[in-house]
Structure formats: structure tokens, C-alpha cells
């Protein structure tokens, strides 16, 4: 006997929303990164690669699986999803095991990383014209456009400076997340009622 399944927007959307506290805990560690990357920006490069190295670890993964498993998601958004979280994941997994590697690779790599996210959040804000959020999705991916290019077109940046754009870049990035966290966790409570 088959199991006629029916995906109801409704129960998925408040299915999402009661995940809203992991986006905050996300946005919240996100924002105490840039904060002290931004108070120790010598000390804590090597530290801040290592921590971004994990975080694009976590943000590979999350990519990879959600575009096998969201089923709203187009062909074409899919397949983007997916090679961006392949890419995330190779460029996390360099970041943490070859620490001694010259730090202008990383901020190259992190520069084109930012550069396809970017193209990638924007696309997705331009062809879902339903998407929630849709502004901030549009805001953060031309941001990340912007950081990448300016990382890829000036690769000799002191360390310094390097470490003061992804402290900035965390800091937008996780008040961003925040903002997302709070504007689920407002559809789940109107889904409700």
C-alpha cells in the first residue's frame, strides 16, 4: 500500500520557523566572531581561518543537502546549490588542514567563494519572486559580490586588512542571519494562527 504524501506550504513553513532559534544561535556566533576578529585583527588571523574554514565546512554541507531536499527549488537553483556547497566544503576543508599555506590563497579563495555565493543569493532573490526575505537575500548576495571582488582583484592586501574585511564580513553576515532568525520565527507564529 503507497503512502499518499501531500507537502502542505503551511506545515512546512512552521515546520522551519520552530528552527528559528538555531539561525539565531548561528547569527549570534557569527556577529562574536567579527567582534573579535575586529578587536585582534593580528592575532586572531590564523584562528579566524581555521573558524571560517569550519563555518564554510557546516555551510557546504547545509547547501549540498538542502538542494536535494527542498522540493520548491528549481533545475537550475538546484545545481548551483549544489556545486556551491561542493565548493564551500573543498574550500573549509583547505582552510583548516593547510594552516601554513600562504594566507593570500585563502583570502583568493575566500574572494571567489564570496564572488559564487553572491551570484548564487542573487539569483535566487531574482527568481523566486514569492521568496520571503526576498530583500535581504538580494542585500547579503550583492555584499558577498562585492567583498569577493574586492578580495580577488587586490589579493596582496596586508594580513591586517584581510582580517578586518572578514571581521566586517562576519559582522553583516551574522545580523543578517539574526534578522532571518526573528523574521522565521514571525511566520511560524502567524502560520499558527
Not at 512546512?12 to 578587536?39: D, E
Not at 535566487?124 to 520571503?132: D, G, L, P, V, W
Amino acid at each position: 500500500m503507497a503512502l499518499k504524501t501531500r507537502t502542505d506550504p503551511a506545515d512546512m513553513l512552521s515546520r522551519v520557523a520552530r528552527n528559528w532559534g538555531w539561525a539565531l544561535a548561528f547569527g549570534i556566533l557569527t556577529v562574536a566572531l567579527g567582534i573579535v576578529a575586529l578587536a585582534w585583527p593580528g592575532r586572531t588571523l590564523v584562528v579566524l581561518a581555521v573558524l571560517f574554514g569550519i563555518q564554510l565546512i557546516v555551510t557546504g554541507i547545509f547547501r549540498f543537502v538542502a538542494a536535494f531536499a527542498f522540493d520548491m527549488l528549481s533545475g537550475g537553483t538546484r545545481v548551483l546549490m549544489a556545486l556551491l556547497g561542493v565548493l564551500s566544503l573543498i574550500i573549509g576543508i583547505y582552510a583548516v588542514r593547510h594552516l601554513a599555506v600562504s594566507l593570500l590563497a585563502l583570502g583568493l579563495l575566500l574572494g571567489i567563494y564570496w564572488v559564487v555565493s553572491g551570484v548564487t543569493e542573487l539569483f535566487t532573490a531574482i527568481s523566486h519572486q514569492e521568496m520571503s526575505g526576498r530583500g535581504w537575500t538580494a542585500l547579503m548576495g550583492g555584499l558577498s559580490v562585492v567583498a569577493g571582488l574586492i578580495l580577488v582583484s587586490y589579493p596582496g592586501i596586508s594580513l591586517v586588512a584581510l582580517a578586518v574585511i572578514v571581521s566586517v564580513w562576519l559582522l553583516v553576515f551574522g545580523f543578517g542571519e539574526i534578522a532571518l532568525a526573528f523574521q522565521l520565527r514571525r511566520l511560524g507564529h502567524a502560520v499558527r494562527h
